[in-house]
């Protein structure tokens, strides 16, 4: 057969045999220390500075920190957890991320199971209790929180002021777009709006979830098994979709970094934005122009006398089973987490509040921020931290983001497509949707031979 082939195609053949051969019998060599993996260089700072304090302490046993970009570190853990290929000792996990992680057996989830260790230390009580949920799975705890991550409203003071409106009369949503609704308007005579009032669109979902985890709904129940269609999505989902399309349209999408953000933002494009901490860090950083013209509220209730506040994002720090000192690592996160150091840290560099509750006495989150108005954003966040809400996690979060929002944006193109302004109007449109979205989700998750015929 070599006949029939070129000489290029058989050498390269070849190297490709031989190459592979000598890889496969080079010897791993265990690598010195610990090695923790990280997705975001600013964390991997906060890491090190923790790193640089432990390993004089700890000569045998160094912590090396690495920074992988988020993509890179989720196909090789996944690789090592599945394959055994090398993969850090100690792992930071995005939530976007964590439901692969859950997405096979339960014995192959490739993190060690810390819920002991964290009931035998006592712990549990020194951790703001809804900061766990993201990364615990049928009531076993796989990672520490690294945030909280409160949401507030963050809206422009200056525009909302010099209007005369005083957002003490705002309790819920309802009135959040009546009270707000003079500054809706067309400056420019062109028949569009040039101020909308809130950052949320048919295809933003981080903000379809913020306001559904806020009313009290979700994707999954605490069993995991998804509730797309309950009645409190139905009737939340129909009241974003008047927001968000048909002639009473009053909110838009708007970027937060790069030089159309500055432009929109220093026109007055956006009114208010769903802001958690770490989105406060980041405007700081990308729309310097708005400082003094910003300050923070508690999101408006759904109902009266109903939760103020929601969250967004998200990342933990587990020990993944092919550390072969478990113990080290666990002293390590827990003097990396937990330290007053690293909170002042967080804070400073990115507004983050700490989940560790003895942390939340340091005298940083008081301090008045310039930027915001003279607010003490810190506390401001921490007020809420307590009652953010319990996420689940699911192998199918992200499955169950893809057909959500497409019910959500199909809701949209029919309050459009008849002008609907009443929510009580799209309700059986919205609910006809989700029931097709949850039978689709059902239809996936079943045809997983793994998490379909898994007990909790």
């Known amino acids: 057969m070599l006949r029939f082939q070129s000489f290029g ?13 000598l890889v496969l019998l080079q010897p791993v060599e265990p690598q010195d220390g610990l090695q923790y993996w990280t997705f975001d260089r600013s964390h991997a700072q ?138 809706f ?3 420019d005579g062109d028949g ?65 970094s790069g030089p159309s953000a500055i432009k929109l933002a220093g026109e007055g494009y956006m009114l208010a934005f769903l802001a958690p901490d770490w989105f406060a860090g980041a405007i700081k950083k990308e729309l310097p122009n708005l400082a003094g013209k910003l300050k923070f509220m508690p999101l408006p209730a759904w109902e009266r006398g109903g939760r103020r506040t929601s969250v967004l994002g998200g990342t933990m720090v587990g020990i993944t089973k092919a550390c072969r000192q478990p113990d ?16 002042r840290r967080l804070y400073a560099t990115f507004c983050i509040v700490s989940p560790i509750k003895s942390n939340w006495s340091l005298a940083c989150y008081d301090e008045p921020d310039p930027y915001f108005s003279g607010q003490p954003v810190g ?26 929002s497409a019910a959500i944006v199909g809701s949209c193109r029919h ?3 008849h002008g609907i302004t009443d929510p009580a109007a799209v309700e059986p449109e919205v609910r006809r ?5 949850q039978a689709e989700l059902l239809g996936i998750m079943q045809r997983n031979v793994f998490v379909a015929g898994r007990a909790p």
């Open 433 to 437: 949707r989700l029931d097709a979205a």
């Open 46 to 183: 906060v890491a090190s500075a923790a790193a640089a304090n432990w390993n004089p302490r700890h000569p045998d046993l160094p912590v090396r920190v690495t920074t992988l970009t988020g993509p890179t570190l989720l196909t090789r853990m996944l690789s090592g957890f599945y394959s055994d290929t090398p993969v850090g000792d100690m792992i930071e996990v995005e939530r976007g991320q964590i439901g692969q992680v859950f997405a096979g057996p339960v014995q192959d989830i490739g993190f060690v199971d810390l819920t002991d260790r964290i009931d035998r230390d006592g712990l549990r009580a020194a951790i703001n209790a809804p900061s766990l949920s993201p990364w615990s799975l049928h009531g076993r705890n796989y990672g520490l929180p690294h945030d909280v991550h409160p949401t507030m409203l963050l809206y422009r003071s200056d525009l909302v002021e010099a209007a005369g409106i005083d957002v003490r009369q705002i309790e819920t949503w309802d009135d959040y777009f009546r009270v707000m609704r003079p500054l």
């Open 379 to 404: 506390r401001l966040f921490l007020n809420l931290a307590g009652d953010v809400p319990e996420r689940i996690p699911s192998p199918f979060y992200a499955s169950a983001t893809t057909v959500l």
């Open 9 to 21: 195609l058989v050498l390269v053949t070849v190297l490709a045999a031989v190459s592979t051969t």
């Open 192 to 256: 569009r709006p040039d101020t909308y009032l809130l950052n949320t669109s048919p295809t933003n979902m981080g903000a379809h979830e913020v306001m559904l985890l806020q009313a009290g709904g979700g994707m999954f129940d605490a069993a995991g098994q998804p509730v797309l269609n309950s009645e409190i999505n139905v009737r939340t989902v129909a009241r974003m979709v008047v927001w968000m399309a048909g002639p009473n349209r009053m909110t838009a999408d708007a970027p937060v």
């Open 415 to 417: 309050v459009d497509r």
């Open 328 to 343: 080290e690592a666990w002293a390590f996160i827990k003097h990396l987490y937990f330290a007053p150091e690293t909170a």
């Open 185 to 187: 308007r067309d400056h």
